[in-house]
């Protein structure tokens, strides 16, 4: 069975290839039909590998499939294979099961718009390139999907690209990403010239074998992170995350669920053994998760857009990941990923219903009292925002996040990020119910249209259940002592080492701060009718937080502003006062340039010849 592995990614494709190739197809139904069974079926054909690796797992706990040589050049030698171990099959049951849900969604979300077949094309080569991203055994394999993914999120965020802000957005996204990206190349660059192979297992197994001691792992793993931070919108290249909501709600919850944002923190679990050799590396994980997990719950929480909200959220999420992959968890961090993937495609669906039923409208203060009007809605969404705001014993989000928690106050840092993890629990509370209570509490004041047929609803409750139980294969010492989860990643991680007892205020502070939280929203929100009335008081903070500390606006100042000015004056267009001097530098050497193209045949001949001596004499000197 494990030789259909190369269908998993190629079923989707093939969807993408139908969609995109084909001028046209019998119907609308019919492409949403080809986009959502082709995805559909890769993931039964997953999950049935997944049965037949728990009951028959292969020799040494991985199987490899090579499907062609690549590249054969000199000491390059790159084979296009696919590794299925326990964290590939993980993510790849995620990322089917998940995309097939929003799919399916997708088929009564997106009914009647013009582009049904484009987006369907995306949505599918989405997939396929994420799932070639984590099942792929080489790093530069694996860069194709990661590309792949970076591609697609940008004509999916520009999808409806007749809005002008929407092709901004995509643009933002794809070129923040593009820093990231290049550091990754590097990175992969720095290891095969070090190492002398692309092959991830191998790299890794080098590395401990041939750089302990050196600074190489140091160095590479900084460029992995780098790229890293830019997929997984951590600080300081987070920007890009809250305008991506310009595209579709189904895209929002595929990017922020299933695949792009999760990319980094793969990476990172994947190549944990060479980040294990670069401590000083770990730390700045750590503190990068820490960091972008409170700052984001900020700006979460003054947000009027409820999927800025949800965006805001999804980069605090994933900052809890990278904490835990900063203290060397990455158990902890695969499994948060996997709750969250549950409760926050709910969430971002959830949302797609209540602007849907909204006539698009999706200011919160400008909704209240749907929880009478859409009841189903209602209770999913809450099921949904229990597990986000992590409500202790009863929902995945807490298992996940007191598992992060548990093992930053055993890890070497001590409180002070574990404090920082505990305000972010309390904080995710405030903000999902403040959510809540705007959208689905109070007095009704728009009129709602229809509410979500069989398509839109399956999905909602499949994910409902998932983020309610799907905690419950990790649960702690005093809870029973669950270790499903971190027993079958074993044969990628070691087994989860619980060597100190939690003070009992530990436990009680990680498991009330959600709950402290969720009090604070009920007396904020859930009484009063508008949202100013209670934000007002945090006056110009509240502004800093809006706009996401600001960093946008010293990334304009900075790196925006001047390439404009340059091309403004390269064009010969007027400048702005402090960067006059820009076009008289761009005039002076457009007169020399131009002195040089004199068009005699045997001038050009004579810059050849003396730049040739030139090189050559450097080269023998």
């Given at each position: 069975?494990?030789?259909l ?20 197809v ?5 492409a949403a ?9 890769s ?5 049935y ?9 292969p ?5 490899t ?52 077949r ?9 997939t ?36 002008r ?7 933002k ?6 820093v ?9 660059l ?19 074998a ?50 792009m ?13 060479l980040?294990d ?13 820490a ?56 969430l ?11 006539h ?34 009863v929902?995945?989000?807490y ?44 007095e ?19 994910l ?37 007892e ?9 498991a ?22 209670v ?7 509240r502004g ?24 403004s ?17 761009s ?16 001038w ?18």
């Amino acid at each position: 069975m494990y030789e259909l592995l190369w269908l998993v990614p190629a079923l989707p494709f093939a969807g993408f290839l139908i969609l995109a190739l084909i001028g046209r197809v019998p119907s609308a139904r019919a492409a949403a039909a080809v986009g959502a069974l082709s995805v559909g079926l890769s993931a039964a054909l997953t999950l049935y590998i997944g049965y037949e690796y728990l009951v028959s797992p292969p020799e040494g706990g991985a199987f490899t499939q090579s499907l062609w040589q690549w590249i054969s050049a000199g000491g390059l030698q790159v084979t296009a294979a696919l590794r299925l171990d326990a964290l590939s099959l993980l993510m790849a049951v995620v990322v089917t099961s998940v995309g097939f849900l929003i799919h399916l969604y997708s088929m009564r979300y997106m009914a009647g718009d013009d582009g049904l077949r484009r987006f369907f094309a995306y949505m599918n080569l989405f997939t396929a390139s994420m799932l070639v991203l984590v099942l792929s055994d080489n790093l530069l394999f694996l860069y194709v999907g990661w590309e792949g993914v970076g591609l697609c999120s940008y004509l999916l965020i520009g999808f409806w690209y007749k809005e002008r802000y929407n092709g901004y957005a995509a643009r933002k996204a794809f070129i923040v990403t593009r820093v990231g990206d290049t550091l990754f190349a590097i990175g992969i660059l720095v290891l095969f010239t070090g190492l002398g192979t692309m092959n991830i297992q191998e790299l890794m197994t080098r590395a401990t074998a041939e750089w302990a001691g050196s600074g190489l792992p140091t160095l590479a793993a900084a460029l992995l992170l780098g790229g890293a931070l830019g997929k997984s919108a951590q600080l300081p290249l987070q920007t890009w995350l809250p305008d991506a909501m310009a595209g579709p709600t189904p895209v929002s919850a595929f990017i922020h669920a299933a695949t792009m944002v999760t990319a980094g923190v793969y990476l990172i679990a994947r190549t944990h053994a060479l980040f294990d050799l670069a401590p000083e590396v770990m730390s700045v994980v750590a503190v990068i998760g820490a960091a972008t997990l409170l700052l984001a719950s900020f700006s979460a929480l003054v947000q009027k857009d409820i999927k800025r909200v949800l965006a805001y959220s999804t980069i605090s999420q994933i900052g809890y990941m990278f904490l835990a992959l900063g203290v060397g968890a990455p158990q902890a961090a695969m499994f948060h990923f996997m709750t969250h993937a549950f409760f926050k495609a709910l969430l971002f669906l959830g949302a797609g219903a209540v602007i849907l039923a909204m006539h698009h409208e999706q200011d919160m203060t400008k909704m209240g009292g749907l929880r009478k009007e859409m009841p189903f809605v209602f209770w999913t969404f809450l099921a949904g925002a229990a597990s986000l705001s992590a409500l202790p014993f009863v929902t995945a989000g807490y298992f996940s996040k007191d598992l992060i928690l548990s093992l930053v106050w055993q890890s070497s840092f001590g409180a002070v990020l574990w404090v920082c993890g505990v305000a972010g629990a309390f904080l995710t509370a405030l903000y999902t119910f403040r959510m809540v209570f705007l959208t689905f509490f109070g007095e009704g004041r728009k009129k709602t249209v229809e509410g979500p047929g069989v398509k839109m609803g399956l999905p909602l409750l499949a994910l409902a259940a998932l983020s309610i139980a799907g905690g419950f294969v990790e649960t702690p010492e005093f809870f029973g002592g669950m270790g499903l989860f971190s027993n079958f990643l074993s044969p990628v991680f070691p087994l989860l080492q619980h060597a100190q007892e939690e003070p009992g205020w530990v436990l009680y502070a990680g498991a009330g701060a959600p709950v402290a939280g969720l009090a604070a929203a009920w007396l904020f929100y859930g009484r009063r009718k508008a949202v100013d009335a209670v934000e007002q008081p945090l006056g110009a903070l509240r502004g800093f937080w809006f706009s996401g500390w600001g960093f946008d606006s010293a990334y304009d100042f900075i790196f925006v502003r001047p390439f404009l000015w340059l091309t403004s004056a390269l064009r010969g267009e007027p400048v702005d006062r402090p960067f006059r001097w820009v076009e008289k530098l761009s005039g002076s050497l457009n007169t020399l340039f131009v002195r040089t193209q004199t068009g005699k045949v045997r001038w050009y001949a004579t810059g050849i010849t003396i730049g040739a001596v030139l090189a050559l004499s450097a080269v023998l000197l």
